[in-house]
């Protein structure tokens, strides 16, 4: 399998690097973030609001598989085409607090481009649960899965 | 079933994680590792047929015997808790970069 993303999660810091090249000119990529119709198909999200711009805010809210509403929000501080988006980003009602992070958008060639995104948490801990969460959810649907699985057997 | 099997739900099995323990020592033949279970034969075949497709098992052919043994890279992947992160923002970068290369420029 081929390795195009990569996580840099130094151990004992609050902060994160993901990294990845897209076969995509740096403007389509730009794109993709900032045009809402294409945000909720590749994030899986509704986008409720996305302003575009310095001081604007964004709220997406999604759905998971038992129907609960999750949703997150943040405020855009810094907005560059094919350059830069800096912003904050935090789920509701859950203790992960705020986050923030910067994503550079960097041309490579016509047709290939660069993303970093460097995420910094309130702390090592709350950093280190939201790596984890993944994890856990992968866990938790492969239980009911299974679960599933059984339960059609019987 | 080809479907290309996620690890994680391969090792959410307590069978499989047995089976994995049992085999990281030395490597084995089916039989070999079906004696050390009360379970029927062709379920411990499907569990090793689950380990190989997702990598984390590997089979070597010895004569008329085959062995299973540990992928150690994949193991360690998936003892790499970080792993499943990437793999979430991997996913959602596949998906952003093949709707793109459809998107009328």
Known sequence: ?154 | MNLRRDVFQAIADPSRRAILLLVASQSMTAGAIAANFNTARPTISKHLQILTECELLEQTQNGREVHYHINAQKMKEVADFIEPFRQMWDERFNKLESIMKNYPR
């Open chain 1, 1 to 154: 399998m081929e390795r195009k993303t990569t996580v840099h999660a130094e151990d004992g810091k609050q902060e994160l690097t993901i990294t990845r090249e897209f076969d995509l000119p740096v403007e389509l990529l730009f794109k993709a973030y900032t045009t809402p119709e294409i945000v909720e198909q590749w994030m899986g999200t509704k986008v409720i609001k996305l302003e575009n711009q310095k001081h604007g805010s964004y709220q997406f809210e999604t759905t998971d598989p038992k129907g609960n509403k999750h949703v997150f929000h943040g405020t855009i501080h810094e907005f560059s085409p094919n350059h830069q988006i800096t912003r904050t980003f935090e789920m509701e009602n859950t203790p992960f607090g705020v986050q923030l992070e910067f994503h550079a958008f960097e041309r490579l060639t016509d047709s290939t481009s660069k993303l970093v995104m460097h995420v910094v948490y309130k702390s090592v801990t709350l950093r280190d649960q939201i790596l984890q969460m993944p994890f856990d959810v992968g866990i938790n649907m492969a239980h009911n899965r299974l679960q599933d699985i059984m339960n059609q057997q019987l």
